[in-house]
């Protein structure tokens, strides 16, 4: 039986900003850019009292609440915060799966300090939490990372809660279909038509049924109705692309101002390019068009694109097989995916049965 615990910092960004700017706290927040094409990044629990959500058009969040607070985000304190808790974290294992900068998954089952229990160690790790960036967190502990992923959104914001083996089967029965990880709203709304409205009633149907309405991720669904999970908590992720993406506040159709953003968007990536030190083979470039249809133009080369020179005439060439501007572009992304294999170290995940969490 493994010990996973699952952390979550509760609105992160929305947070980081109330904590350094008193004149932000109690009120409706949004961290991005009140524009028409700005979008929430990140929402404050005063915002989301009024139905303002990450990801949401900012446009939409302003009619939700007219008074809420636009912020300009600040990545580079948030990332600053994000280390400072990971490294919380690693004084109490090496085997951490940070999922973002606001989130992690835990493995606990043999720890740094020997402690038998996960249940006190989410405790200690958010106070430390609280103490070290006055910032408060979420925790959720079980014997899998779904159970650990769905125990720690069970209580927010502020909350610690177990789910213990034996009781995983009564929990997931009462759990809205929506709270399923991999269940987005299309896939709610379908499996409402089908009278799947929580985790017991998703448990009533089989594999194979599930396999042919919702394909490879009905395997994943019928596991997920039982509580079963056995991916091991994983340290390092091999990178497998990097990218930049830049979504214009007007759309754009002159061939002249989208090159001058092209370049933009190529600079920004070789910067990243060469701080992670990734070259790969395959150049991809993305166009969202004003009516929101996406292209994508790829080309893999036979060498690594380790110049910045190969890189830039790759993209020019893919943006000239974009010939028709006529509708507007709203958006443009490069990314350079196909990397070298990078040997990744190897870890040794124990298993050793306690009897609590």
């Known amino acids: 039986m493994r010990k996973i615990i699952h952390i979550d910092m509760d609105a992160f960004y929305a947070s980081i900003e109330q904590r350094d700017n008193p004149q932000y706290r109690g009120r409706p927040l949004a961290v991005g850019y009140s524009g028409d094409r700005g979008v929430v990044a990140a929402a404050s629990y005063e915002a989301r009292k009024y139905g303002v959500r990450s990801a949401m058009p900012s446009r939409t969040a302003l009619k939700k609440c007219p008074h809420l607070l636009f912020v300009k985000a600040r990545f580079d304190v948030y990332r600053a915060v994000s280390r400072q808790i990971m490294d919380i974290f690693l004084e109490y294992t090496d085997l951490v799966e940070p999922l973002s900068l606001d989130e992690a998954y835990l493995d606990v089952t043999v720890n740094h300090k020997q402690l038998p229990s996960a249940t006190l160690i989410a405790k200690e790790i958010k106070q430390r939490i609280k103490q070290e960036t006055g910032l408060t967190a979420s925790a959720g502990i079980s014997v899998n990372k779904f159970l650990a992923k769905m125990a720690s959104d069970y209580n927010k914001p502020d909350g610690l809660f177990v789910v213990l083996e034996k009781e995983a089967g009564e929990f997931l029965a009462k759990q809205p279909i929506e709270q399923f990880y991999g269940v987005g709203k299309v896939t709610a709304d379908k499996m409402h038509r089908l009278g799947i409205h929580f985790g017991r009633d998703l448990r009533n149907f089989t594999e194979e049924d599930l396999t042919r309405l919702f394909g490879k991720a009905g395997h994943i669904y019928y596991q997920n109705a039982r509580g079963i999970d056995n991916r091991p908590v994983v340290p390092e992720h091999i990178r497998k692309s990097l990218g930049a993406e830049n979504t214009f506040l007007t759309d754009l159709t ?46 893999t080369l036979s060498q690594f694109v380790d110049d910045y020179t190969i890189f830039w005439e790759t993209a020019t060439e893919l943006m000239a097989l974009v010939e028709d501007l006529s509708k507007g572009i709203r958006l443009m992304g490069l990314s350079i995916s196909n990397p070298k294999e990078i040997e990744s170290p190897r870890f040794i995940q124990l298993e050793i049965p306690f009897d609590t969490l």
């Open 254 to 299: 002159n061939r002249k101002e989208l090159m001058a953003e092209l370049k933009e968007v190529a600079d920004t990536v070789w910067e990243r390019v060469t701080a992670k030190n990734f070259y790969g083979r395959t150049v991809t470039l993305k166009i969202k068009f004003s009516d929101f249809e996406q292209i994508t133009r790829s080309r």
